[in-house]
């Protein structure tokens, strides 16, 4: 009964139930409920369940990062992801859109002849990524005018902190230019790895509220995508680095981290919904 006004927070349907609870990692004394969307599939927190101004405790965590004060580095990750996202696209590339770019880490590594736009909401880490000759928009995207449309827009590990999601996707769809390429990088709970988390009654470390909010299903996002002119070129899936039973021992360690690097980028495992970090990568077709 104490759910009757929840909606849910990606489609707006009010045919949601509850399927369990989840810790707020940095606040382990607030306790989420955790939703299932019977019309979309997807799954989330209501972030109405506690009063967390979510807004200045993103903005605290940003700027705590170690990333924000790092030199940049070029790294093998991003310069594979330029490569795919190359190859991918059917003729040149003359635009970039990174939505939550934070420092700009991942625009720094294309060609600067290519225009650059960032999109990133904290002020302080915006700068840093000005500082770098970087465009940087300071306002959130559903806010933006969409009049500039871009060959390449990318939204590595943002849609799933949003409260207004469609709002988001459908500006993010608007800003790819015709043929172009909409990336999106989203954890995905229709995992192998995810589903033997709820199996064995442990808490799925992407189920982070009240920072993670959204957990869109494969079915909302393709229906939603598709009647919006997108075509799904490929899905792949990755353990992001976040899969190590022997972290704490130095060199086994280390030796397991490097095999799950060469899986995540060879094998064709990464094909199949094992782990639960997932690349979408959306023509855009009409
Ligand atoms: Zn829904």
Redesign the pocket.
């Known amino acids: 009964m104490e759910f009757l006004n929840t909606v ?1 927070l ?2 707006g ?1 009010r045919e949601v139930e509850p399927i369990g609870k989840a810790v707020s990692p940095p606040m382990p004394e607030i306790i989420y409920t955790y939703f299932n ?1 019977n ?2 599939r ?1 799954r989330f927190f209501d972030p109405k369940e506690h009063c967390v101004d979510i807004y200045d405790r993103n903005e605290k965590l940003s700027m705590s990062e170690h990333y924000v004060h790092a030199e940049f580095k070029p790294n093998s990750y991003w310069i594979r992801e330029v490569a795919s996202i190359t190859a991918m696209m059917e003729g040149p590339i003359k635009s970039i859109l990174d939505c939550g770019c934070r420092t700009g880490d991942f625009l720094m590594h294309w060609p600067k002849s290519i225009k650059l736009t960032g999109v990133e909401i904290v002020p302080q880490v915006a700068e840093v990524a000005r500082e770098r000759g970087l465009i940087v928009i300071n306002e959130p995207l559903e806010q933006m005018l969409h009049l500039t449309k871009y060959d390449v827009v990318t939204c590595y590990a943002i849609l799933e902190h949003l409260s207004s999601p469609e709002k988001v996707l459908d500006a993010l769809c608007k800003s790819v230019s015709e043929k172009g390429l909409l990336i999106v990088m989203i954890p995905s709970f229709q995992t192998w790895k995810a589903r033997l988390l709820e199996l064995i009654g442990q808490q799925w470390h992407q189920l982070y509220p009240p920072f993670h909010l959204c957990f869109y299903s494969n079915e909302y996002l393709s229906k939603f995508l598709s009647s919006r002119g997108f075509q799904l070129e490929r899905r792949i899936y990755s353990s992001g680095g976040m899969f190590n039973p022997f972290a704490k021992i130095p060199f086994l360690g280390k030796v397991w981290a490097k095999i799950m690097h060469l899986l995540d980028i060879y094998s064709p495992l990464r094909f199949l919904p094992i782990f639960d970090h997932m690349y979408l990568y959306y023509r855009k077709i009409s």
């Open positions: 849910c990606v489609c349907s969307c019309t979309c997807s």
